[in-house]
Every structure is written in C-alpha cells, then in structure tokens.
Nanobody
C-alpha cells in the first residue's frame, strides 16, 4: 500500500514561517502530483498548492507569493514552505498523492495523508 505522512505542523504567530513535509512511501513506481489541501473548522477541504513529478508548482491565489512548493529529487518527498502566514491559513493540512502507480501494477490511484494541524495566532 501507499502511505502519505505529513510532518512539520504546529503553532506559529501571524507573519511567521513554517515548513510542512510530505513523504510518500510504499511500492511506488511513479506519481504525477503531490498536493496540499487544507480544511478549517466548519469549512470544506480546499486546494492549497501542488507540484508535479517534473517540478511544476501550482498555487491557490491566496497563498501565491507566500508559499513555495519544492520536491526532493530522487525521493517521494515534497515540502511546503509557508511564509508570512496569516490566521486564515489555520487548518488541518492534508497531503494528497495523485495518479500514483505502484510497482507491478498499471492502474492509477489517489491517496490522502492523515493531516497535520497548522494554527496561526494573531
């Protein structure tokens, strides 16, 4: 099976910085995209940022210029560098692996991590 494990969450002051990491493990052959979503209390889960296996990042408008996605070459690890964070960035951040192909298989599957809490206080 494929596991996505998030790390790096915590509490930070308004205007501060935090870096989240997501590691995908298991018998992974390829992946298309690793993404971050977040969910605030009472809200639906929303897209935050993503990066393709070829290194192309994508961001939701509200985090452009503040968040940066990166990946570690040769590893199934991505990072979300969060700077100038705001209280509205508070939520549980989930890592999502999209179009993952496992060794010995041909089908594509998507997977979710369990999430990591980010709390920004003013």
């Amino acid at each position: 099976q494929v596991r996505l494990v998030e790390s790096g969450g915590g509490s930070v002051q308004d205007g501060g910085s935090l870096t989240l990491s997501c590691e995908a493990s298991g018998r992974i052959l390829t992946w298309n995209t690793l993404a971050w979503y977040r969910q605030a209390p009472g809200n639906e889960r929303e897209f935050v940022a993503s990066i393709t296996s070829s290194g192309i990042p994508s961001y939701t408008e509200s985090v452009k210029g503040r968040f940066t996605m990166s990946r570690e070459h040769g590893k199934n690890v991505v990072h979300l560098q969060m700077s100038n964070v705001k209280p509205e960035d508070t939520g549980v951040y989930f890592c999502r692996g999209e179009q993952i192909v496992m060794l010995g298989r041909s089908s594509l599957h998507n997977y979710w991590g369990r999430g990591t809490q980010v709390t920004v206080s003013s």
